[in-house]
């Protein structure tokens, strides 16, 4: 099958991975950057991906207009894709670079409630696709096959911790008032996978052993962060002026406070939207075709925001 393409800004990127989670637990697979990059080629595998797909969603927002990798994957997709549903999140008018490609597709305009905008979003490409409705509530009834196994399941689980408090009992009756006295701890916040929610655990204290060897200029990266530098989408924040990239021919030079939201290579740039520090618009930068780019890092290490 097809993959649906999903086009978008980097501030609208909430709503792709909703749209994109959606349409995927629903049997619709899409193909999204940068969760379906594979290399540090990035133009080259948006346009494989564009070419392959026969739907092209395109989020369209007041920061699309910033956006010239948005503009050039909507070129892209005019030449190549056969449905272009353009997916309005507020009532900004199109440019003139979107209205020239856009001005004659069915638009989607929001309804405030992303679930329902989604909904529409999938109605539309099955009965593009002549796809019998009946086949969405598939995916979506499979979990119920699954829930006979749940009170077996949790009757186990109350087994086995009723077993484990009793033998605990019995294990302190004789011990010394000292023996109960649990080592000291530090309190350890943990992202919760579903709830969204900080999980409280604990782990024995190692904070006499703790070393911080950040650099005081290092910048900051709000994103994943391997051996001190950048990888992978996020925010990057400047401490200090500094060149875009060593392999940026234009030799752009970012100051204090500018971020770039795009995606990074193990400390080097791929393509992101440059803004300055009060959030003003200012480039699209694109590295993510130049052979060298892992060659080494051009900036120090960074920290987390």
Not at 86 to 101: A, I, V
Not at 215 to 222: E, N, R, V
Not at 269 to 295: H, R, S, V
Request: net charge negative; aromatic share 8%.
């Amino acid at each position: 099958m097809s993959k649906v393409f999903i086009s978008y800004g980097s501030k609208n990127r909430k709503v792709a991975e909703g749209l994109c989670a959606h349409l995927e637990s629903h049997g619709i697979p899409c193909w999204m950057a940068p969760r379906d990059i594979s290399s540090g080629v990035y133009a080259g595998e948006i346009t494989r991906a564009i070419k392959a797909a026969d739907v092209f969603v395109v989020i369209c927002s007041k920061e699309t207009r910033e956006s010239d990798h948005v503009k050039n994957e909507v070129n892209l997709a005019v030449n190549n894709t056969g449905l272009i549903l353009p997916y309005c999140l507020d009532d900004t008018p199109f440019d003139d670079d979107l209205e020239y490609y856009l001005s004659s597709k069915q638009r989607i305009i929001s309804g405030g409630v992303l679930e329902k905008d989604y909904q529409r979003i999938e109605s539309i490409i099955r009965e593009y696709r002549g796809e019998d409705a009946a086949a969405a509530a598939t995916p979506a009834s499979q979990p119920r096959r699954n829930r006979p196994l749940l009170l077996p399941l949790l009757c186990v689980v109350v087994l086995i911790v009723a077993t484990g408090v009793f033998f605990g009992m019995q294990g302190k009756m004789g011990q010394s008032p000292e023996a109960n006295v649990l080592p000291a701890v530090d309190t350890v916040i943990l992202p919760a996978i579903s709830q969204g929610e900080p999980v409280k655990t604990t782990k024995p204290s190692a904070t006499a052993s703790r070393v911080d060897a950040v650099d005081k200029d290092a910048d900051i990266f709000d994103g994943t962060i391997i051996d001190g530098y950048p990888d992978g989408y996020g925010r990057y924040t400047f401490k200090k002026r500094r060149r875009i990239d060593m392999h940026d021919e234009k030799e752009r030079w970012a100051e204090a406070g500018d971020y770039i939201e795009g995606t990074w290579n193990h400390g080097h740039l791929n393509y992101g939207d440059w803004y300055g520090a009060d959030g003003t618009p200012k480039e699209y930068i694109l590295l993510g075709d130049n052979p060298d780019y892992k060659l080494d890092q051009q900036l120090g290490k960074c920290v987390k925001p």
